[in-house]
């Protein structure tokens, strides 16, 4: 093999060193990990149970306990066309999520942007045709005042921006609007949530759009989404889809219908 002389050194040495410039530390497990993105052994473990738990909603990517009717569908008429889940709100991903909302980890954003996109790229693989034209904008779910206040930042709405970025879809931050003063979601049950909902969320003005893409952090009942999508909808939009950073499963509900994942 002919020796390598000092330019074809030159070459390698200058890979070598960005190579490095595009690594950096997996939030996960601290290992080599290119920029904004886990490393791949992380985003392996993270978006296992979303592509292999057997029995999920087709709507909303609720995991459920067997092939039985989804429980956040099957007691409503859900105004969301489909939910895409970047991944399942349990752990490690869901540090991941914790980390982003209470303590500013804004890099985050970026890392789950990337594993929607994946998310959405799979499901179009699965299901052939993609269900949202390219130009459809995305719209973040408001924060409340309250979460506003104690965060000083709207964490669907940073993820919403990231998102729009890597799929070139534009972001609409003043369409939806919510009403101040709800009780806080995390502390209610099922029915406590949709009825907190109902008529929370407002378009500032009239809609008329084929197609729209609400953005949330974490998806859990549906209430909020559907609440969301129902506003839009009143305001001349045809159709709601939905893209989140995580879905809760039953378990972390401990509802009856608990499930677990397999390690
Ligand atoms: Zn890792
Ligand atoms: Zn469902």
Redesign the pocket.
């Known amino acids: 093999m002919a020796k390598k002389g000092p330019l074809s050194r030159r070459f390698s040495d200058l890979r070598a060193h960005f190579a490095r410039q595009t690594l950096t530390a997996c939030p996960l497990c601290n290992g080599p990990a290119p920029i904004g993105r886990l490393c791949a052994g992380c985003t392996h473990d993270v978006q296992y149970s979303m592509r292999h738990y057997p029995w999920r ?1 087709a ?2 990517a ?1 995991a459920l306990p067997a092939n039985v009717p ?1 429980p ?2 099957d007691d409503q008429t859900p105004a969301v066309q489909n939910v895409v889940a970047a991944f399942d709100y349990v752990a490690p991903a869901d540090s991941l999520v914790l980390r982003f909302k209470n303590a500013r980890q804004f890099q985050l954003a970026t890392i789950f942007a990337a594993l929607a996109v994946d998310a959405i790229q799979w499901g179009h693989a699965q299901h052939a045709t993609p269900p949202w034209p390219a130009t459809t904008p995305l719209v973040p779910i408001p924060g409340s005042h309250r979460s506003l206040q104690r965060r000083g930042f709207n964490p669907a709405g940073e993820f919403a921006i990231r998102l729009g970025r890597l799929l070139k879809m534009p972001v609409l931050l003043s369409l939806l609007y919510r009403e101040p003063a709800r009780l806080k979601q995390s502390t209610l049950n099922r029915l406590q949530r949709r009825a907190n909902t109902a008529h929370v969320y407002y378009c500032a003005r009239n809609a008329p759009l084929p197609c729209v893409v609400l953005v949330d952090d974490v998806l859990t009942t ?1 209430s909020t989404l559907n609440a969301a999508a129902r506003a839009l909808k009143a305001a001349g939009v045809q159709k709601v889809f939905a893209v989140v950073i995580a879905r809760t499963p039953c378990v972390i509900r401990d509802e009856p219908s608990a499930i677990g994942f397999p390690d």
């Open positions: 909603c709507r909303c609720l989804c956040d569908c549906g």
